[in-house]
Every structure is written in structure tokens, then in C-alpha cells.
């Protein structure tokens, strides 16, 4: 059997090829058709020359900007000669990067190693429809050679990681962190220590953002608030716990303003401070943080840590928001869709248990299905003892198929339902709706 | 006089909390003013008022890694983490850190 890594590789590369290909279509232009090459980044180019004035463009360009007190003509020269790199073109990243072009900044490197995909256009604007399939880097850059001629900027097509984060992170004034996993987080954290670069870190999910700014002028560091990665269950990603398109939006246009205020010296408002977006009572609170921690594994006097380590160890998750598939059950308490619809065809008598929330349930659901979330079907035994005993029956004596979106809480419900609960006829439905709808129902629908 | 606080919950903490963001307590009497301290708040949030797994509020006697603590808008780091004592009119947050984007 292929490594579900090699799989995913190649899936990768395929992509690549594909957005390639649609570059080469939509456009005319030979530059745009050029392969981006996956493995190794593009150097960053000769050394950016440093100005003392601005040009005229410049002065008519950014007039709005140079009259406001706190920027100026020294402000916006701050911004021109400023580097920036941005970590993650997705919900926080598409406008971070896009109102840092806008406002001026000279160069800004964007890593990113997905491609974009239909589900991403509701919150990362800086991509299109045009643009599906495409490396987000290389969308990411396009809308900003689009946006300003001005501004150099550098598509970084790679997964960060401990063996490339230091060489990359060197080349930059400032990092945000605008990724979406918990991993590359302290990943950038402590690089940034080592290279001793500020860094914006935003954050966002469902109806709420978070905001802050670490490693400046003595403030704290991420790991100095937060010692210890969270238990990878706690953690919930954009694409299982959902988000509200504008909330990110919000978040990473405080981390280009955070930026912006830095470069220029107005000064940051969130060091050593944690900005709290709730969405759903439009509030924003700061709240006033913990100082450097002396016992910081990475900041502190003693460090234990003095070089970058293995963060998908350190976390036990890996450096993607993607939902990683479990393989809990032996063969025979599990049945492919293909066979579940025949049975469904042959009106074969049984209890189909879709264990998803109701929020999910709502989107779409298979006719004649008993939604039970999993989180509740302890206390809910009784109804699925009712719906799987028919006739004269006391116990249980249908047989019981779970679904759920992807195949994994299907297969947890199957052995709780077995081990705790005393179904001897239960099956989980390899792969959940997602496979039913990729092999059996082109027009169900995939969320 | 019972202690009266108000508990917050965000980023996500609600929902292990019935979905409510803002709730009102009193603590019984054995929570005696000068001398109830956090490390006594705890479990008494894990055992009345938490309605999901408690090992996803709690890890031994404190909050489980990746959620912040907030008293009175401040870290409780600052304030003496569990050794704190609770005072009549505290506002204590309980904020899960967000790693999407």
C-alpha cells in the first residue's frame, strides 16, 4: 500500500501541474506560464538597495498616506525599505499581504505550500476563481504584482519547517504569522527568537480572532505564555469548527496595521497585550500579558532550546489544518459505500446512524438517516435501541450502519456502540459522506 | 456575605460550557472571602458547570494547556496564578488560544 505521505505528495505535485496549466490557459503571457519549482525557494534577489527619497510615483501614490502626522516622508521610506514575510496565504494572510503592498512596504515574502481551492475564496481574498487549483503562493504574488509595481515579492512554494525555517526567516525584518496550525506556530516562534525578528501572530476561527505581538523590545514570546502545546484533541481547525470569512479578514488587517506601526515607529499596541475579537458581540478587548517568562525554554537566560526541534513531535499534530484519517476498526465492523447502497437498493432493513452535529447534518444528509451526534449518543443510547429493535424484539436486532463526514467519529461510534454499549451488529461506512458522495452520488454535496 | 463573581468564557471555551459566554455565580459558603483561592475555583467550574469531557478544561489541578486565564482583564500570571484569592466582583475569563487562519 502507498504511504498516504507519498499520496499526498504527489497530490501535491499533480496540483502544481494543474495550476500550471491552467496559468498557461488563462494567459498569454509566458511569464506567467513559468512552472513554479516546488522543492527549493526562489532566492530572494540582489540586495535591495536602501532609499533616502521617494520618487515622485511614490509621493503621488502614497500622498494619503504621507499626510497623515504619524507617517510622513520618514514614515513612508521606513515602509518602502521594510521587509516583510507572511506565513500562510489564507484568511489572515490574503489581506495582510494585500494592505501591506497596498501601504508600501518594499519587499514581502509569502510562503504558503497549498493550492487554492474553491471552499478557501469565502475569507482569502487575495485569491479568485481563476485562480483554483493554483500554488497560493504564486496567486498570492500575482494579486500583489497586480496590486503595485512597487513592492518585491518573493513566493516561497514550501512547507517551513525546522530544516528550512532559519535560512528563510533570516532574510526578512519582520514575520507574521498568519498559518493555521499549531505546529508551524511555535515553529515560527522560536526561529524567530534565534533570528531575533518580531513577530505579528494572528489568529482566527469560527466567530472569534485573536491578536498579538511577540519577541518585540523585550516582550514576551509565544512560549513564555504558552509553555506547553495544547492537547492536539482541543485543538479545532477552520475546516472542521468552521469561520466566518470577515473575522480573519479583521485579524489580518490589524497584523498589517501592527506591521505598519512598527516599521514606521508609531509603535506596536499589542506586545506583552492579547487583542480578543468576539465577532458575535463586535467587541475587541486587550488584555495585558505576562512579561518574558526567566524560565522560557527559548527566551529565558537558560534556554534549553538554542535551535529549531521537531515541532509535529513536540505539538503531536502535524503543520496543516488538514483532518487526518483513523483506521480503528477491524475489516469486518466496516462496509464501503459501494456495498452499503446496494443494501440500500435491496431495501435491506436496518438503522442508518449518521453520528455528525446537527450543524453538519443541516447542510445534507442520506434519506431515512437517525442523526445522533457523537458527542451525545452515551445519554442517547435508548433512541438508536428503539430504531434498531424491530417485531417482537427486546434488544436490538437491525443492523446498525454509522456514517459520518469522513469516515473517523463513524468508526469511534462503532467501538463505543460495541464495547460500552452491547451492539453486536454495528459497521461504520469507510470513508463517511465524503466517499459516498465521491463514489456513489456525484450530486451529493462535498463541504 | 457569599462571594459573587462573574465567568467568561471565549474562543471556542463555551462550548464546553452549555454555549454560555458570560455566567453569573455565587460560590457556596465553603468558598470563604480571603482565603478561597483559584486553585478552589476549578474544580468547582469542572464539577457544576462544565457540560463537556473535563479533561478538555482540566490537567491535574490546573487549566489545560492552551487556555488563558483572566482575572480581571489581566494574565493571571500576574496575579498569582491558582494562589490567587478571590475577591467579591471578580470577572474571571477562561480563553481557549485560536490556531486557525
Known sequence: ?447 | MPLSITLEFSGGMELLFNNEKRKQVTLPDSFAPGTATLKDLLPWVRDNLLTERAELFMQDDTVRPGILVLINETDWELEGELEYKIQDGDVIVFISTLHGG
Open chain 1, 1 to 447: 500500500m502507498a504511504h498516504p505521505a507519498d499520496v499526498l505528495a504527489e497530490l501535491h505535485t499533480l496540483r502544481a501541474e494543474n495550476a500550471t496549466l491552467r496559468a498557461r490557459l488563462a494567459s498569454s503571457s509566458p511569464k506567467a506560464a513559468t512552472a513554479p519549482s516546488p522543492a527549493h525557494p526562489p532566492p530572494v534577489g540582489v540586495p535591495f538597495t536602501q532609499k533616502t527619497r521617494l520618487s515622485n510615483e511614490e509621493i503621488s501614490r502614497f500622498s494619503r498616506q504621507l499626510l497623515v502626522p504619524e507617517i510622513g516622508v520618514q514614515g513612508q521610506l521606513k515602509l518602502r525599505n521594510a521587509s516583510v514575510l507572511v506565513v500562510g496565504a489564507g484568511g489572515l494572510g490574503a489581506p495582510a499581504v494585500m494592505y501591506l503592498a497596498a501601504a508600501g512596504i518594499g519587499r514581502i515574502g509569502i510562503i504558503d505550500y497549498d493550492v487554492v481551492e474553491a471552499s478557501n475564496l469565502q475569507r482569502q481574498i487575495i485569491h479568485d476563481e481563476s485562480r483554483v487549483g493554483m500554488l497560493k503562493s504564486e496567486s498570492a504574488k500575482q494579486t500583489v504584482s497586480k496590486l503595485s509595481s512597487l513592492c518585491e515579492c518573493t513566493a516561497y512554494n514550501i512547507l517551513i519547517d525546522s530544516s528550512n525555517a532559519m535560512d528563510v526567516i533570516k532574510k526578512w525584518d519582520y514575520v507574521v504569522d498568519a498559518t493555521d496550525n499549531v505546529a508551524t506556530r511555535y515553529l515560527l516562534n522560536d526561529c524567530c527568537i534565534f533570528r531575533n525578528k518580531p513577530l505579528i501572530s494572528g489568529s482566527a476561527l469560527r466567530m472569534d480572532g485573536q491578536l498579538t505581538v511577540y519577541n518585540l523590545e523585550g516582550g514576551p514570546c509565544y512560549r513564555c505564555i504558552f509553555p506547553k502545546p495544547p492537547p492536539p484533541e482541543t485543538v479545532t481547525n477552520c475546516s472542521d469548527g468552521g469561520v466566518l470569512g470577515v473575522v480573519p479578514g479583521i485579524i489580518g488587517c490589524l497584523q498589517a496595521l501592527e506591521v505598519v506601526k512598527i516599521v514606521t515607529g508609531i509603535g506596536a499596541s499589542l506586545s506583552q497585550k492579547l487583542l480578543i475579537f468576539d465577532a458575535t458581540t463586535m467587541s475587541f478587548r486587550t488584555i495585558r500579558l505576562r512579561g518574558r517568562t526567566p524560565s522560557c525554554a527559548v527566551c529565558g537566560p537558560h534556554p534549553t532550546i538554542t535551535k529549531p526541534i521537531d515541532y509535529v513531535q513536540f505539538c503531536g499534530a502535524g503543520p496543516d489544518d488538514k483532518a487526518h484519517n483513523i483506521n480503528i476498526l477491524p475489516p469486518e465492523s466496516r462496509i464501503s459505500c459501494h456495498k452499503y447502497a446496494a443494501l440500500r437498493l435491496d431495501a435491506f432493513p436496518h438503522v442508518l446512524l449518521d453520528v455528525r452535529d446537527k450543524i453538519q447534518y443541516d447542510i445534507c444528509s442520506l434519506h431515512h438517516s437517525l442523526n445522533i451526534p457523537l458527542s451525545e449518543l452515551p445519554k442517547r443510547i435508548p433512541e438508536l435501541t428503539a430504531a434498531a429493535t424491530f417485531g417482537e424484539h427486546h434488544e436490538p436486532n437491525l443492523p446498525v450502519f454509522v456514517v459520518c463526514r469522513r469516515g473517523n467519529d463513524s468508526q469511534l461510534a462503532v467501538k463505543m456502540l460495541e464495547e460500552t454499549h452491547g451492539f453486536t451488529h454495528v459497521k461504520d461506512i469507510v470513508g463517511g459522506l465524503e466517499a459516498w458522495a465521491r463514489g456513489r452520488d456525484p450530486t451529493f454535496p462535498i463541504y
